[in-house]
C-alpha cells in the first residue's frame, strides 16, 4: 500500500512541475520577479501536496534568515531543498552545476530566474565567476544559496565541503548563514516506501563576516555537521521514525556512544 501511495504522490508532484513548466511560457516575456513568484507558488503548492502525504516540514530558526543580501550555505542531503528552500528565502540564487542547464526548458527557467550556474571544470576561473555572480546578486538584495559540499551527501556519511564557500565568503564580504536539515532521512524514503515523518529544516545563526578564511571553512563545518547531527539523533529517537540507511544507523551509534562516554 506504501509503494502504491508514493507512486501516487511522485505522478502528482513531477506532474504540477511539468504542468507549470508547459503552461507558462508567457513567463518568459515578463520581468524575472513575475516568474519567480509563480515559481514560489509551485513549490508552496508542492509543499502543501505532501503534507497530504503525511510529510511534514517543521522550519525552526526562521528569523536568522537574510531579509537582505547574503549568503545561504545549506547541507544536502536529498532534491527536497533544492525546490523546497525556494518557499521562505526572500529572492534565492542557486549555485548549481551548470549541466543542469542543459535540461530542456527547466535550464531556460534557471536563466530566467537568474540563477549562478558553475562550471567544476574550469578550476579557480569557475570560482572567480562564481564570486563574480554572487557580489552582483547579494548587491541586489538577493540571497545566494550554495551547498557547501557541492553534491548530495547520504544521513550520517563523512561531510566533503568545498573551500568554494570560504572563497564566496570572502569575495562578497556578506555573513553566511548556515542551515542544517534531515530531508535526506525521509525525501530519498518516501520515492520508494512513502514513509511519512517531519522534515526539519534548522536555519542556524549567520556567521559575521571579518574572519580569515580558514577559520570560516572550520566554523562553517562545525555548526551544520553538530546541528544535522542533532537533528539525525532527535529523528531516529522521535515517534515512528523512519528506516536508517546503514550511515545513518552508524552515525547514531557513534554519536550515542560519544554522550554515553565520560568527558577526560
Do not use: C
Not at 520581468?31 to 522550519?59: K, N
Not at 529572492?91 to 530542456?104: D, N, Q, R, S, T
Not at 566554523?219 to 529517537?237: C, G, K, N, P
Amino acid at each position: 500500500m506504501t509503494s502504491v501511495k508514493a507512486f501516487v504522490f511522485n505522478t502528482l508532484f513531477y506532474g504540477l512541475l511539468i504542468a507549470y513548466m508547459l503552461l507558462f511560457p508567457i513567463l518568459f516575456l515578463l520581468p524575472w520577479t513575475v516568474t519567480f513568484a509563480v515559481a514560489r507558488h509551485l513549490v508552496r503548492t508542492q509543499l502543501a501536496l505532501q503534507r497530504l502525504f503525511g510529510i511534514r516540514l517543521d522550519l525552526r530558526g526562521a528569523e536568522n534568515l537574510p531579509r537582505e543580501g547574503g549568503i545561504i550555505a545549506a547541507k544536502h542531503q536529498s532534491m527536497w531543498e533544492t525546490f523546497a528552500l525556494v518557499a521562505f528565502v526572500r529572492f534565492p540564487a542557486f549555485v548549481y552545476k551548470k549541466e543542469l542547464g542543459h535540461i530542456l526548458l527547466f535550464g531556460s527557467y534557471l536563466r530566467k530566474l537568474r540563477q549562478i550556474p558553475v562550471d567544476r571544470s574550469a578550476g579557480s576561473q569557475a570560482v572567480k565567476t562564481m564570486g563574480d555572480a554572487a557580489r552582483a546578486a547579494v548587491d541586489e538584495g538577493r540571497q545566494v544559496l550554495i551547498f557547501p559540499e557541492g553534491t548530495r551527501k547520504r544521513p550520517g556519511s563523512a561531510p566533503a565541503y568545498k573551500f568554494g564557500i570560504a572563497k564566496l565568503y570572502e569575495a562578497t564580504g556578506r555573513p553566511v548563514t548556515p542551515i542544517a536539515l534531515n530531508s535526506g532521512l525521509f525525501w530519498s524514503n518516501f520515492f520508494w516506501n512513502g514513509h511519512p515523518g517531519t522534515i526539519i529544516v534548522q536555519v542556524l545563526p549567520p556567521i559575521a563576516p571579518g574572519l580569515d578564511r580558514d577559520t570560516f571553512f572550520a566554523e562553517v563545518q562545525a555548526v551544520i555537521e553538530r546541528a544535522s547531527d542533532r537533528l539525525l539523533l532527535e529523528t531516529a529517537h522521535g515517534p515512528n521514525p523512519p528506516p536508517l540507511s546503514p550511515e545513518a544507523a552508524a552515525r547514531v551509534k557513534a554519536l550515542e556512544a560519544a554522550v554515553q562516554t565520560p568527558a577526560g
